[in-house]
């Protein structure tokens, strides 16, 4: 009797991005914590992920990266004319 079943099933792509995000996000707090103590900082070890806001298209993330891109192209050209950074 042979067996047919795939070692792993195949996982959809949205996964497989949702799964990278959340590693690189634990990732990134764990690189906070170290910089915190390296820092001699105390951390409260809160990490916070919402998954609850406006979900944004590719189109509109790539408009986001290509404006800060411009702007501070914009700043490397002419420093004295560049904007102010906004908050977020």
């Known amino acids: 009797m042979t067996d047919d079943t795939p ?7 949205k996964h497989r991005a949702y799964d990278r995000f959340g ?12 910089a915190l ?9 809160v ?3 919402r998954t609850d806001g406006k979900r944004h298209s590719f189109v509109e993330l790539e408009v986001l990266i290509d404006s800060a891109l411009a702007e501070d192209a914009a700043a490397e050209e002419d420093p004295a004319g560049a904007p102010e950074p906004r908050s977020r």
Do not use: C, F, S
């Open 47 to 49: 990490v916070v992920l």
């Open 37 to 45: 103590a390296e820092a001699g900082v105390d951390d409260d070890g």
């Open 23 to 34: 590693k690189e996000a634990l990732h990134a707090a764990h690189g906070i914590t170290r």
């Open 7 to 13: 070692d792993q099933l195949p996982v959809h792509p």
